[in-house]
C-alpha cells in the first residue's frame, strides 16, 4: 500500500522540497517567460546595443513585465513566489492557518497550497 514515511517533525525532507521548487520555478517561468519574450522583441525594435540593464532599468524591467501580466496571472505569479519563499523560509508544507503540516497530496496538486485540507474547508465554509 502507500508508504507513509515516518516523518518525524512538521517539515518536508529536502528530496522532496528541492523537486518542489523545481517545479514552481517552473511554473514561474512559464508564467513570466511569455511576457518577457513579448517585451524583449518590443524593446529590441526601439534601441540597438545596449549592454548592461543597471538596478533601476532591471526594476523598471520588472514592473513592465508585472503590468503585462493579467490580474489572473499575477495571483499565480504571487502564489508562486510566495511559496518559493516559504521553501527558503523552511516553512513550506506548513499550514499557515493552523501550524500542521499539508499532506504531501496535497501539494502534489497544488505545490502552492498554504492550508491544509481541514483548514482550506473551514476557511472556504466562512466565505
Ligand atoms: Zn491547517
Redo the contacts with the bound molecule.
Sequence with gaps: MVKEQAESKKGIDKKTLARFKKILLKEREEIVGEVKQIYESSKEMGQDGIQDIGDEAANIYNKQILLSLTENERIRLQEVDEALDRIENGTYGI?E??G?PISPKRLEVRPVAK??V??LMKLEKGK
Aim: glycine share 12%; charged share 10%; proline share 12%.
Design positions: 499550514c492557518e493552523c500542521g492550508y491544509c481541514p483548514c
